[in-house]
């Protein structure tokens, strides 16, 4: 399938620092790409869509303020989640819709990121 | 929006039985449901998926069943394998590009040998 590929892939930091997560797609190009926040034995909860050159648009409850994403490129959107706190720690999944060869286009994930702030 | 129900939380089965996993959506717009596997720490696979336009749809031991008309569907795999232990969730979305997908809360999958 297609390849989305996320980093960092684990990130521990203090509270109060900024932690930037990148994801990109690799073999194609993405004008919508994906957030979902995963919390440990729980579902993936969409944070926001991240569109191409444009405002993402966020979930009810989910600050802009604090998760801030650009999606710059066809192939690249970053989130940056700012003055992280303890209570931000959790897995961070990107996603982005993709052509498949003989079929409509499918979802696929980048690897997650684990973030743990101290 | 979009909300989807799935059900059980927790299913335990021997190798060899049959696994089924149900979930139910709200919005009669969604026209696509697709199913992941998330094994600890890694990010979801799909393993299958269908479309409003069909009613079932096999691959290997997985099935996926659609009911349009009570807005449910559900997962089948049969002869399971230790190897099948993992969280399994269903989605929701509506086809077009921008819509992303609305999980269900999971189905955490025990195969015993």
């Known amino acids: 399938g297609a390849v989305v590929s996320q980093h960092p892939s684990r990130v521990i930091c203090k509270s109060g620092t900024s932690v930037k997560i990148e994801c990109r797609s690799l073999?194609?190009?993405?004008?919508?790409m994906f957030w979902y926040r995963q919390f440990p034995k729980q579902s993936l909860m969409l944070m926001a869509t991240?569109?191409?050159?444009?405002?993402?648009?966020?979930e009810q409850g989910v600050e802009k303020d604090k998760f801030l994403i650009n999606h710059a490129s066809l192939t690249l959107s970053t989130l940056t989640v700012t003055s992280a706190h303890p209570e931000d720690s959790s897995f961070y999944i990107c996603?982005?819709?993709?052509?498949?060869?003989?079929?409509?286009?499918?979802?696929?994930f980048g690897s997650g990121t684990q973030l743990s702030v101290l | 929006g979009e909300n989807v129900e799935q059900h059980p939380s927790t299913l335990s089965v021997q190798e060899g039985d049959s696994a089924v996993i149900k979930c139910t959506y709200s919005?009669?717009?969604?026209?696509?449901f697709p199913w992941y596997k998330q094994e600890l720490g890694k990010r979801p696979q799909l393993i299958i998926d269908?479309?409003?336009?069909?009613g079932e749809k096999k691959d290997q031991r997985i099935a996926v069943t659609l009911n349009k008309t009570a807005k449910h569907f559900s997962l089948h795999i049969t002869e399971t394998q230790p190897e099948d232990s993992a969280v399994y969730f269903c989605?929701?979305?509506?086809?077009?590009?921008?819509?992303?997908?609305?999980f269900g809360k999971g189905t955490t999958l025990s195969v015993s040998s």
């Open positions: 996603s982005a819709r993709a052509p498949v060869e003989g079929a409509d286009e499918k979802l696929f």
């Open positions: 073999d194609f190009q993405a004008t919508t």
């Open positions: 991240s569109n191409e050159g444009s405002k993402a648009t966020y």
């Open positions: 919005d009669s717009a969604s026209n696509y």
């Open positions: 269908i479309r409003s336009n069909v």
């Open positions: 989605a929701a979305s509506w086809k077009q590009a921008g819509t992303a997908l609305i």
